[in-house]
């Protein structure tokens, strides 16, 4: 089945460093990635959707110059988070829809703790 | 503004015990739901809906999708500790691609 590597896992860093995370579709062509963050107990929020090939977008609220989204291959997209502070801290989930294959929705990545310290 | 809201928030159950969890979506252009069971990481995908009426099986889970109430259920019977997790449902629309998550509903079993 189709499958979306992310990684770091799990991350720490200080306050005022940039973290980058990268999801990769190992075995399918992800045109489109989407971005989330989810706090402790609570939903997963979309924060943007990359485009391979074209500038990412950004859902309201979400700063573009802070969440750095590039979508450079196929892929391959990354999500660096810069300048971070404490409130940063959050678990980041990548997801890409399956072109083709609407039986199985979309492909979650295994998510990234990120963890500001 | 497109939404999804799930009930109950939490749930707490006794194994053997059947649960209903709820989704109603408001979403623009919808085209789909999806349910998806979440443990420690990433979410894992359950269902994807798209027809009125029809019920989708997986073992002891199933759901069904109602569009002129603009809603869906989750069932699962015979319920173990194993299914104790936080099970999302997703609303997608035709445009965009892009699909809403409702709050979740965290389901505890216990023995």
């Known amino acids: 089945g189709a499958v979306v590597s992310q990684h770091p896992s799990r991350v720490i860093c200080k306050s005022g460093t940039s973290v980058k995370i990268e999801c990769r579709s190992l075995d399918f062509q992800a045109t489109t990635m989407f971005w989330y963050r989810q706090f402790p107990k609570q939903s997963l929020m979309l924060m943007a959707t990359s485009n391979e090939g074209s500038k990412a977008t950004y859902e309201q609220g979400v700063e573009k110059d802070k969440f750095l989204i590039n979508h450079a291959s196929l892929t391959l997209s990354t999500l660096t988070v810069t300048s971070a502070h404490p409130e940063d801290s959050s678990f980041y989930i990548c997801s890409a829809p399956q072109r083709g294959r609407t039986n199985y929705g979309y492909t979650f990545g295994s998510g990234t703790r990120l963890t500001v310290v | 503004e497109d939404k999804v809201v799930q009930s109950p928030l939490s749930l707490v159950v006794h194994e053997g015990d059947t649960v209903t969890l709820n989704c109603s979506y408001e979403?623009?252009?919808?085209?789909?739901l999806l349910w998806y069971k979440q443990e420690k990481k990433a979410p894992t995908f359950l269902f994807m809906l798209t027809s009125s009426g029809i019920e989708k099986k997986s073992g002891r889970l199933s759901s069904i999708l109602d569009k002129k109430e603009l809603s869906s259920i989750l069932n699962i019977t015979a319920t173990q500790t194993g299914d104790s997790a936080i099970y999302l449902c997703?609303?997608?629309?035709?445009?965009?691609?892009?699909?809403?998550f409702g709050t979740g509903t965290s389901l505890t079993v216990i023995p």
């Open positions: 997703a609303g997608g629309a035709n445009t965009g691609n892009q699909f809403y």
């Open positions: 979403v623009t252009n919808f085209r789909s």
